[in-house]
């Protein structure tokens, strides 16, 4: 916590700031769960700074991503295109057309995940283009399933459900299929893609979908000859201590229980996971001063604090109710320690933004003022990826906490990466 304290101090607040032990501790766990040959790739999403990509990229992970933009990012990571995928419900032409000349260049993605047969359409016009003009370009692509089933999660994590803008339904695999060529055209068909959703708090419907993709991919491995890659996306959850979420090994264990109920010559060869949240979320704090005190403005009497971070900082809570339990550094202007006896009442938390939907939540904490810090916990997954810059805000700086205690300035106070 005193080092939380001293990145609000020395690099000023809001500040993001990541534990690179605890991301160790969240890799080393999905490894275990996972281990090699499974492919393990981070969803750039999650968190998408160069500086952390770079560094879950050294612990044996390579880069999903959704744009041209996170593409841009994982490669100035110092991540190769044959460490990256690329996915995303909205693949723009320029995306695209990225994809067709890294493989004209000969330094092609590991593959793209395929949304729909007008975008097997689109790809296989742009590389048709590029093979008269110089030589065939075959592009690896697996095609995502819509499993259509009804995630354990929140409705707008849902991915994987029937009504989803996300995927294609197995009934439509033929289409996307014959139009990228078949078996002999500019697309490589190499198997099934799939994401049931995120934040997973069951592994039961999770696991349905896995027998789905399996039946899918089954089918057209008989009829492809390339056709041997199953990737089943993330999903895995979580949430504040004590909750009781499965954790990775859990779906790990679903998934054998699957896999084996399959013959052998039926069986993907290839195996992949896309996780961002888990190894993320629990590694990253935001760390914010304390504005104003307004005693009795709650329902009830209690007292509340606005905070500098917020809704441009973190938007989960406002987006989709998502809580994030928030811990004090300092009350009164003093340090608090771990067990500290200084008596805590439920304190409304929220932010600066001019939306009344800026909050944080009720949280037991010690009397304050302004100056103090806090703490907002499990903020390395999906705050940074998607702040925004709303009445007039500067991006936070990035801290990395190091092995050791040394701490990194990963990116400086308002300064903008893109693609």
Known sequence: MQSLAEVGERFGTPVYVTDLAALRRSA??????????????FSVKANDVPAIIAAIGALGFGANVVSLGEWSLAMRAGLSNDRITLEGVGKSDADLQATVDAAKQGRPLRWIAVESAEEAAALVAMASQARLREKQVRIDALLRLNPEVEPDTHAGLAVGSATSKFGLREDEFAQAIEIGGGSSGPLCWRGVHLHVGSQLTGVRVWQDAVRRALAVFAGWHERLPDFNVLDVGGGFPVGPAGDALPAPADFAEAFRAAFETVPIDRRPATLAIEPGRFLMARAGWIVARVLHLREGRGPSGEPLAVIDAGMTELIRPALYGARHEIDALTSLGRPVSAGDPAPRRVTLVEGPICESTDRLGAHQLPPLVRGDLIAIVDAGAYAS?????????????????????RLRLGRARGVEEVG
């Open 28 to 41: 080393a766990e999905l490894r275990q769960a996972f281990p090699d040959p499974w492919v393990r790739n």
């Open 385 to 405: 990826s998607m702040s925004s810059r709303y009445n007039g805000r500067p991006r936070p700086a990035e801290v990395l906490l190091e092995v050791g205690g």
